[in-house]
Nanobody, 125 residues
Framework: QVQLVESGGGLVQAGGSLRLSCAVSGLTFRSYAMGWFRRTPGKEREFVAGIIGSGLSSYHEDSVKGRFTISRDNAKSTAYLQMNSLKPEDTAVYYC??????????????????WGQGTQVTVSS
């Protein structure tokens, strides 16, 4: 059974930084692309960033490009999201997920029951 455990969220002032972690078990981590997503109340969950299994290629959604960086450590079966220059509009619950392709993450073609608990990020102005 796949388990995704997000951590690292918190309350930070605008302009600050946070590093989120996603610990994964139950799959061959290096064989899967990893992605970060977020959801704010009243809105659909949206894709934020994704990275292929080798870590050599990644894709970031336009609103976070240049501020957020996704990475992974295959030896630790963990994915990360470094978030810098945070803005109040980044406030959301952040989730990670795994898929066989980066495309599946970008279009969010993921099983409905595959999501973890997420981690809350709150950015104050």
């Amino acid at each position: 059974q796949v388990q995704l455990v997000e951590s690292g969220g918190g309350l930070v002032q605008a302009g600050g930084s946070l590093r989120l972690s996603c610990a994964v078990s139950g799959l061959t981590f290096r064989s899967y692309a990893m992605g970060w997503f977020r959801r704010t109340p009243g809105k659909e969950r949206e894709f934020v960033a994704g990275i292929i299994g080798s870590g050599l290629s990644s894709y970031h959604e336009d609103s976070v490009k240049g501020r957020f960086t996704i990475s992974r450590d295959n030896a630790k079966s963990t994915a990360y999201l470094q978030m810098n220059s945070l803005k109040p509009e980044d406030t959301a619950v952040y989730y990670c997920n795994a898929a066989e392709s980066l495309h599946s993450l970008v279009v969010m073609d993921l099983p409905p029951d595959s999501w973890g608990q997420g981690t809350q990020v709150t950015v104050s102005s």
